[in-house]
């Protein structure tokens, strides 16, 4: 058992163990944002789809939705923590070649910390506003809107949109998908990267699959909003 520990300890303490676990992080952050973007997406469908998927996740078991919040938190917390241990042990150990690393690496793999921090600040908030909902009274409406007698559920579609009919709540959330579009540009190919998949002669198609994911996912998110100060959502 010690020997595990001692084998377990070496790896997370190593520069390539952390390398490891930041791409096995953000791959699970990447595959949540898949999920969550689904899940926001069938607001389009009406109060009763997005309402019906709020009721399902809130039936789980307490146990259950809890570790899978305690679960992602503690994947987000070791991704932000060995990411930022990362950009500090590069920049001490290549801190006499920093004027050539400045122009040879992108703009979005050197704002990676600062892009990071600005999502991790938008998800504080995020959380406040959509999960603790702070300053949101708890309405509760038909699951079925053709049934007035059906099972009472919470608004979740009223509250998105008394949330996103705010111009500067919808403002801040766009500036920080922006910010998120950046980070998954180069997050998406450092993982691929990482785990040894982007060779030199596939690297270009990595690159072509990170631009595209990060389009989708951020203009999926962004949509929203948009639609509705636009009026598409009311």
């Given amino acids: 058992m010690n020997a595990i520990v001692q084998t377990a300890c070496k790896f997370v303490t190593s520069s390539i163990g952390r390398k490891i676990l930041v791409a096995i992080t953000g791959a699970c952050l990447l595959l949540f944002l898949v999920g969550h973007l689904v899940g926001n997406l069938l607001i389009y469908g009406g109060p009763e789809y997005i309402n019906s998927y709020a009721f399902g996740l809130h039936s789980m078991p307490a146990w259950m939705l809890w570790g899978i919040r305690l679960g992602l938190l503690v994947v987000a917390l070791v991704h932000i923590v060995y990411t930022i241990a990362l950009k500090l042990e590069n920049n001490g150990a290549r801190k006499q070649y920093e004027y050539k690393s400045t122009i040879t690496a992108t703009l979005s793999s050197r704002a990676m910390i600062w892009t990071g921090l600005m999502i991790l600040c938008f998800l504080i908030f995020h959380l406040l506003q959509y999960t603790v909902r702070v300053g949101i009274p708890d309405v509760h409406v038909p699951l079925n809107p ?15 949109i008394k949330g996103f009919s705010n111009v500067w709540c919808s403002g801040f959330y766009i500036v920080a998908i922006l910010f998120l579009f950046s980070h998954l540009r180069h997050g998406v190919q450092s993982v691929f990267q990482t785990l040894g998949l982007a060779t030199r002669k596939v690297r270009t198609l990595w690159n072509i699959i990170a631009i595209a994911y990060a389009v989708v996912i951020c203009g999926g998110f962004i949509s929203i909003p948009l639609a509705v100060l636009s009026g598409i959502l009311k």
């Fill in 146 to 160: 053709a049934d007035p007698d059906s099972l009472m559920v919470f608004d979740c579609y009223g509250m998105i």
